[in-house]
Structure formats: C-alpha cells, structure tokens
C-alpha cells in the first residue's frame, strides 16, 4: 500500500536558517505530493503540491520538488520565521484512491 | 466566502456513549472525507462521501458511519465509544474533478472519550 515517511522531529532553528525538512514516500503509479501546515488548534493548510516528476510546488517561501528516482519530496525554505512555527505534514493522493495517505508529521520550532 | 466548517469544536463523551459530528463543506464542493488524527500522528483516512454514498473507506470498524445530505453537509457517527477513539477529527470538502484537486481542511472536532 501507499505510505510517507517523514523526518523525525522536533526541529528547532534559529530565526534566518535554513530549513529542510525530509519526505520520501512509497507508491504505485505517480501520485500527486502535497505539504500541509497545522498551526496550534486548528486544521491543516495546503501549503503546495506537485502533480507529476520533476514538478517543483512553492508557496510563502517553500519550496519542494518531486523527484520520482528518489521518491522524495524534501521541503525547502531559505529564511525561516518565527512564524513558520508549526507542524508540517507530507501527504500523497493517487487517482485511484482518491485519499490522502499522510506522514506522521514534523514538528517545527522558530526561535527568535 | 465561508471554509469548511465543523461542529462542535470540543466534545466530552463516556466510553460506550455514541457521538455525531457535523461538517459544512466549502462552497462550491461536492465532495467530503473524514479523517482522524491521534495526537502527535498523521490524519487516518475513514471515508469519503460522495452524492450522499460512501464512495471509499479506510481501515475503520464499521463502528464508524457517516451520511451526506443533499446540501453535501456530511455527519460522522462513533457507536460504542472506546477510549482510543480520543482524537481530533477533521473533514475535508473538495470537488470531484480529478485526483488533482484540492482538499479544504476543517478546524476539527476534539473528541475526549473518559
């Protein structure tokens, strides 16, 4: 079946640093990759996609790029915020399921 | 223009008790999905309705049931409460176009069973 692996957390970072954050999945076919943010108490957030190989999705600063030969999808922000502090989750969708198969998520912490 | 929107947002409820929750999805979306999320862990995929049938389930008991009405308003039901039942549960609304199209989350419904 589908599944996500995602870095363990939590990451803590300093305000300005890079961040990295790791995502490689197993499935059959080409499913569609997304990111999504859950800030403290609420749902989650698209935060990008990428539907087919080689795709690259980025939104406020993110960046992710779907790499079938790796199956991976890593995310990517050259400057983070303080808040950017959230728990960030990596999730794919195939056409045939039409589900999100989520990782266990990553917690990220911004200190100023 | 109005999300997704769950109720309630907290609920307390006693092991064997059963428990229905609510969802409003996005204007314009036709389709919803249920998913449950432990603490600290990923959103668990239990089903998805579309036009007020369950088109698809995940690994849930059967003890977990849900409906679509014809405004595409979407309600979870948990029969016979377990404690593991504890979690928060989100709806999702999209539009059935394709595998492509986007899921709008809700804020979830915490749901504490003692």
């Known amino acids: 079946g589908n599944s996500v692996t995602q870095m363990e957390g939590p990451v803590t970072l300093s305000e300005e640093a890079f961040l990295t954050i790791n995502c490689t999945y197993t499935a059959t076919g080409y499913p569609s990759l997304f990111w999504y943010v859950q800030y403290p108490g609420e749902g989650l957030q698209l935060l990008l996609k990428a539907t087919k190989a080689d795709d690259k999705g980025s939104n406020k600063g993110f960046e992710a790029t779907y790499r079938k030969e790796t199956t991976s999808f890593h995310l990517e922000k050259g400057s983070v915020q303080v808040s950017d502090s959230a728990v960030y989750f990596c999730a794919l969708s195939q056409s045939s399921a039409r589900q999100l198969t989520f990782g266990s998520g990553t917690q990220l912490t911004v200190l100023p | 223009d109005a999300g997704v929107t769950q109720s309630p947002t907290h609920l307390i409820k006693t092991r064997g008790q059963q428990v229905t929750l609510r969802c409003s999805p996005k204007?314009?979306?036709?389709?919803v999905s249920w998913y449950q999320q432990a603490l600290g862990q990923g959103p668990q995929f239990i089903f998805q309705?579309?036009?007020?049938?369950?088109?698809q389930r995940g690994n849930f008991p059967d003890r977990f049931s849900g409906h679509q009405f014809p405004n595409y308003s979407s309600e979870l039901n948990v029969n016979a409460l377990l404690l593991g039942d504890s979690a928060l549960y989100l709806c999702a609304s999209s539009i059935d176009r394709g595998f492509n199209y986007g899921y709008t989350f809700g804020s979830g419904t915490r749901l504490t069973v003692v």
């Open positions: 204007s314009g979306h036709d389709t």
């Open positions: 309705y579309y036009e007020e049938e369950e088109r």
